[in-house]
């Protein structure tokens, strides 16, 4: 089993293959050493001291499963090549051969706003530099004119909050394009929504508008997060064997069962944490 990506999904799937040990050897391709727990960034901008707890070891992870530490194989790269049979690694060149192929790279935010660094990004990073970026994130912020939170989704909203809270020298705009932020929300979400932020006077809210990078300006930001529009990190299955398997957005043609279609071998697509089983 080749594993493509390091995040909660990839990980957890190679903790679950190890519970049922049967000869299988699982090879996860990352460049990191760590699990970055994404979900948490906003609080570690916000109270930098924090974002140590962004980052588990992966060893470590692998260490606590009685079998995972021996079946599991960590390649330090990322994927520039799958045929249907191995995947080829970017920096090293080496090729992974599989029997079942798992596609755990989730997604990234646009290229162009400080967004991207919400998610520990896909090139080789430590997880000391992880935390070192998010505290220099949190100084950005701290000294800026203002910031911009674009999208008023569950993470642009914990974002415009967290940062409102803890910085309430710093003007704080969170732009959405529906008519209201918490739009669509049941009605004891947004009251909770527009209590908590009552207590946030430097947070206020830009309606109607779908808000970009060039927006910044006209709106006194120095520091932007695009928190809209994420986009399927599969770029590197676009030259492969599986570029039939992508749609016009990039995202992966599955069926009901995750596997992906148009392909007549085992292969798994993108799998949501919480929802593996292993047969």
């Known amino acids: 089993v080749v594993i493509v990506g390091g995040g909660c999904a990839a990980v957890h799937m190679c903790e679950e293959l190890a519970k049922h040990p049967h000869n299988i050897k699982v ?23 924090t974002a140590n707890r962004n980052v588990i070891p992966l060893h470590k992870i692998f260490q606590r499963s009685k079998h995972a530490h021996d079946m599991v194989t960590h390649v330090h790269d990322t994927v520039a090549w799958v045929t249907e049979t191995y995947v080829e ?22 290229e162009g706003s400080e967004a991207k660094r919400l998610k520990s990004n896909h090139s080789s990073i430590s997880g000391a530099d992880r935390v070192k970026e998010l505290r220099e994130l949190a100084e950005r912020v701290k000294g800026s ?16 909050a967290e940062l409102g809270a803890a910085y309430p020298h710093v003007p704080i705009k969170l732009v959405t394009n ?32 779908r808000g970009s990078i060039l927006d910044s300006k006209r709106h006194g930001c120095d520091v932007v997060f695009m928190c809209a529009g994420m986009e399927p990190n599969t770029s590197f299955l676009g030259g492969g064997v599986l570029k039939a398997s992508l ?33």
């Not at 911009?148 to 974002?159: F, K, N, Y």
Request: one cysteine or more; a neutral charge.
């Open 27 to 49: 090879t996860m391709i990352c460049p990191n050493d760590h699990l970055d727990i994404a979900w948490a960034s906003p609080r570690a901008i916000a109270r930098p001291e």
């Open 89 to 110: 690694t970017a920096m090293s060149c080496e090729r992974h051969e599989y029997d079942v192929l798992v596609i755990g790279t989730g997604a990234i935010y646009a």
């Open 145 to 160: 004119r203002g910031v911009m939170v674009v999208g008023a989704g569950p993470t642009g909203i914990e974002l415009a």
């Open 178 to 209: 529906k008519y209201e932020v918490g739009a669509g929300m049941p009605k004891p979400v947004k009251a909770a929504l527009q209590a908590a932020f009552q207590s946030r006077p430097n947070v206020s809210f830009v309606t109607g508008e």
């Open 247 to 279: 749609d016009e957005k990039g995202f992966i043609k599955t069926g009901a069962t995750s596997r992906v279609l148009v392909r007549s071998y085992y292969q798994f697509a993108y799998v949501e944490y919480g929802q593996l089983q292993v047969d």
